[in-house]
């Protein structure tokens, strides 16, 4: 497919969207540039070598593989020579402070076993949320998932299906339904905290994560993250795509209404026929379109919405192997509903956390040097609009609580083992990713803000300036932001052919 010969894009930014974005667009015949700030492509999918470890900065759980090998197949050619998948199992591991654990999996038995642990009679009641959660992601995903909604009637002809499945109610209030034991509701409703939402206000819509996840499987690319940001670029090139590093854009170049290109950091001038931004969508509107009456109005218009949360995490390597620790843990604290309630309504940090942890060495050995092991600790924090302190003072003890409590659940002479050890904070998200309040997933997705209450995918008066990412429909994660790639790219060669 070639409609757009003789046309030229540039896409800001290479994270995931805009990686997914510049192929589809390269593929189409359409002479495609990425202009990335940093030294390495990624965006949040960074990563740091240190001390012979390798760390990737996330995202790490890799659904929904079919929406990544379509990149490749778009132009006849196949993912697998770039990249390796290997399927994790389980998928995670949830342990709560009292020792319970409950291994989370798309194995019916073993999961069936797991339930009986926790309530036998709510055996049947997750059977039945099963059910619903397919339903939402046919309605949801498969059918709404990279469709782009530019208009209001849009938003009208998805609301039957939405009313159908009660949007309005939150994940946690529907598994609750379905569902009678508090550590099954958590373990059904946590999914919405890896994409920015609070389980507690976060639409039922994204019960379908579940069912994404049951069909097809939870994956980690050999290598890391990073080796999938590295085949994507891989295929970009060998496709004919450019991708310029270490020179951020400074401004998008407007000529009236309509982008023109962008100026660079280092004064390079980029002429292209559209423009579309992989970059935070308040940074974009608001510093890359500055002194534009469009950048003005949107960036205010943002200002009045609500953000996700932040996150700090804590990246170490330590001496020895661990077999018994899985490749993906949720390390539940004593409380769920009043934590969530300090990180999102409150902007406290509390005394307690609930941890994500990621142990890539136990599927990849090579990720740490010979007899080592390499994780990550992800705890969810408030944005710096509600939780304004000082990172450089509050990263090294939160830090040290959170290594704290690996040693006493898990890793009992941790401290004795660490090889190297940093951390990732809210004001580094700020800084080296532009993102707003140091959030970590843009946009709150909250049904208010969703679909066509999201960014669109294509700006409403600049009409060649396009969206892709987090910030737009439909929203963070692997999937999310491949899939506005691909209503953005549908839009884009559209417009363009």
């Known amino acids: 497919m070639s409609v757009g010969r003789g046309k030229k894009a540039i896409v800001i930014g290479a994270g995931f969207g805009g990686l997914a974005l510049a192929i589809r667009l390269q593929s189409a015949g359409i002479a495609t540039t990425i202009v990335e700030a940093r030294d390495k492509p990624g965006g949040r999918a960074y990563y740091w070598e240190k001390d012979g470890h390798i760390f990737d900065g996330g995202p790490t759980v890799i659904t929904d593989p079919p929406c990544l090998t379509q990149l490749w197949e778009l132009t006849g050619h196949d993912m697998a020579q770039d990249v390796t998948l290997e399927p994790v199992m389980p998928f995670y591991r949830l342990n709560w402070s009292d020792g319970t654990n409950f291994d989370y999996s798309n194995d019916e038995a073993s999961l ?12 049947e ?16 995903y498969v059918k709404l998932g990279t469709k782009a909604f530019l208009d209001f009637v849009s938003m009208i002809k998805a609301a039957p299906a939405l009313a159908k499945y009660q949007a309005w109610r939150s994940v946690y209030s529907m598994v609750s339904s379905y569902v009678e034991n508090e550590k099954l509701r958590e373990a059904l409703s946590f999914h919405t905290l890896l994409v920015g939402g609070n389980p507690m206000k976060t639409s039922a819509i994204y019960a379908l994560i579940h069912k994404l996840e049951k069909d097809g499987g939870v994956w980690f690319a ?3 993250t990073n080796r999938l940001v590295a085949g994507m670029v ?9 991708l310029v590093l270490g020179d951020g854009v400074r401004g998008i170049e407007m000529d009236g209404m309509r982008t023109s290109g962008v100026t660079t950091q280092s004064g390079l001038h980029l002429e292209a026929d559209a423009v579309a931004t992989n970059a935070d969508i308040m940074h974009s509107y608001r510093d890359l379109l500055a002194g534009h009456p469009r950048g003005k109005a949107a960036s205010s218009s943002l200002n009045r919405k609500k953000f996700s949360p932040s996150l700090f995490v804590v990246h170490f390597g330590i001496e020895g192997t661990w077999p018994g620790i899985p490749h993906h843990m949720i390390l ?12 999102y309504t409150h902007g406290v940090l509390p005394e307690d956390f609930s941890l994500y942890l990621h142990h890539p060495t136990v599927t990849d050995p090579s990720m740490a040097p010979e007899g080592c092991s390499t994780f990550y600790a992800l705890a969810p924090v408030a944005h710096l609009g509600k939780l304004p302190v000082d990172w450089d003072e509050v990263g090294p003890v ?14 009992p002479d941790i401290h004795s083992r660490i090889r190297t050890k940093f951390h990732y904070t809210p004001a580094d998200f700020g800084s080296d990713l532009n993102a707003h309040l140091g959030s970590a997933f843009s946009l709150e997705p909250v049904l208010t803000q969703s679909a066509w209450f999201r960014t669109h995918n294509r700006d409403d008066k600049i009409g060649n300036l396009y969206f892709v990412g987090a910030g737009t429909h439909p929203g963070a994660g692997i999937p999310g932001v491949v899939g506005s790639a691909k209503a953005t790219a549908e839009l884009m060669i559209g417009d363009m052919g």
């Open 125 to 140: 009641g997750y059977n039945r949320f099963l059910e619903y959660s397919q339903g939402v992601h046919d309605e949801g």
């Open 112 to 123: 069936r076993k797991e339930i009986e642990k926790l309530n036998p009679d709510d055996v």
């Open 222 to 224: 050999r290598g890391g």
């Open 332 to 343: 539940f604290g004593p409380r769920y509903k009043g934590l969530l309630d300090d990180i």
């Open 234 to 242: 891989t295929h970009f090139e060998r496709i004919g795509g450019k």
């Open 398 to 411: 939160l830090e040290e609580r959170i290594l704290g409590e690996i040693e006493r659940r898990l890793i």
